[in-house]
């Protein structure tokens, strides 16, 4: 079989990894694959078993997330050169490839996997986290006039009303929203995230905190705040301000408490109420350090979809703390695999982070049970052999229709 897996960027978080991934494991399966992407400068080699090329996409233009002529021809070269047998797209907008790539779908199977909400709403993620307008089918956006949600919705409709896609979604929880979309009428599959546990786990805690400078005696709290982007930190959305107030509320009860934050520094209070060791720069493959390092996840998102973190820290037999947004209770059930709270709730928060503190048996009884489900649910393999079926099951199809 012939894989064309598409993607906007090769540095856009969480759908980057997974393409990346899904393009290793189906190699690894015996298919060719072509995988593109988009770039300030052209790049073309070869990676894991398949080639990499990265299309030159310098100009930038808010039309750009409707229909971008200058990447789609070069992508429409790529594909009659390449002649793919299904072609998987990740994300599109970010003013790349386009809500038009979807229109090669009535000439090739396709299947679209959707890690965020932009097919639904004007932005991948709302500007106010938890809106749900979607449900309302974004009759009265918060944070976009009307006029340009009208237009979002009419152009985003019409190319989905001409399009053969397959849709995938990592969580039954999106799902949910498309049934009320103009979406509904695609088949959807749901396959979730998939890890790849020997990437993460290690039994040198005590190693790598002393590499780390941390001491053995500190309960180690991991928050994953993510790389700037365009000049903001994400780490606001993963609820930052949240955990600060959660610390706050814990600090004179538990003076053994450490943060381990991985992602771009954040500017500190003087009186911060616990000792912060930033990891910046961090790479996927080095990531099991940090991991192996904490006693606990703690992941108090307002708006997430399933979480590749929560996946990791479940591969690692990590104790998990997070908030019940978008598709994580799906993988961290409360009081078994984890501990879950609202959004926005730094009381629940610190109540739950004194919880895993006061009960380390709990923890690594939760962990233990976290691991099996993921085992179960959530690893790699599981996701690729998931993705082969879908792949000749819409090439089946469309030929049978064509």
């Given amino acids: ?29 015996g298919h060719e694959v072509l995988f593109v992407s988009s770039g300030k400068s052209p790049i073309t080699k070869y990676q894991d078993g398949y080639e990499l090329r990265v299309l030159k996409n310098q100009k930038t233009s808010r039309l750009f997330h409707y229909f971008n002529p200058f990447l789609m021809l070069k992508l429409y070269k790529q594909l009659r050169k390449f002649k793919p047998d299904i072609i998987h797209v990740h ?11 979807l229109l090669f779908s009535r000439y090739y199977p396709m299947i679209w996997t959707l890690h965020d909400v932009w097919p639904l709403c004007m932005t991948g993620w709302p500007k106010i986290p938890d809106c749900d307008g979607m449900l309302n089918k974004c009759h009265n956006c918060p944070t976009w006039p009307k006029w340009m949600v009208r237009a979002n919705k009419l152009l985003k409709e019409s190319v989905y009303k001409f399009s053969k896609f397959h849709i995938v979604s990592p969580s039954h929880w999106l799902i949910s929203l498309l049934k009320e979309s103009a979406l509904h009428h695609h088949p959807v599959s749901a396959i979730h995230n998939g890890i790849d546990p020997a990437i993460f786990f290690s039994d040198e805690n005590s190693f790598i905190r002393s590499k780390l400078n941390i001491a053995q005696d500190k309960k180690v709290i991991l928050f994953c705040g993510g790389k700037k982007l365009a000049g903001q930190f994400p780490a606001w959305r993963k609820g930052w301000a949240y955990l600060c107030a959660a610390l706050e509320i814990l600090k004179d009860k538990h003076d053994n408490l450490h943060l381990l934050y991985v992602g771009d520094p954040l500017s500190l209070s003087e009186n911060f109420p616990v000792t912060v060791t930033f990891a910046k720069g961090v790479t996927r493959k080095d990531m099991n350090i940090y991991f192996n390092a904490s006693d606990m996840l703690v992941l108090p998102t307002l708006a997430d979809h399933p979480a590749l973190t929560v996946l990791e820290a479940m591969a690692c037999k990590l104790p998990i703390i997070a908030t019940s947004a978008g598709g994580i209770p799906e993988a961290v059930i409360p009081q078994e695999t984890g501990l879950l709270c609202a959004s926005r709730d730094s009381a629940s928060l610190a109540e739950k982070i004194d919880y895993l503190v006061s009960n380390p048996a709990q923890g ?9 489900r993921f085992i179960a649910l959530f690893t790699f393999d599981r996701m690729i052999d998931q993705y082969e079926d ?13």
């Avoid at 960027?9 to 190699?27: L, P």
């Avoid at 994300?91 to 790539?101: A, E, H, P, R, W």
């Avoid at 690594?364 to 099996?372: E, F, I, R």
Wanted: with cysteine; net charge positive.
């Fill in 1 to 29: 079989m012939k894989v064309c897996i598409l993607t906007a960027s090769m540095n856009h978080g969480g759908a980057s990894v997974v393409a990346f991934d899904i393009a290793r494991g189906m190699v690894q399966q």
């Fill in 364 to 372: 690594l009884k939760m962990a233990s049970l976290s691991y099996q």
């Fill in 91 to 101: 994300n599109i907008n970010l003013q790349t490839f386009s809500l038009g790539v």
């Fill in 390 to 402: 879908v792949y000749h099951q819409m090439i089946s199809s469309f030929h049978a229709k064509h």
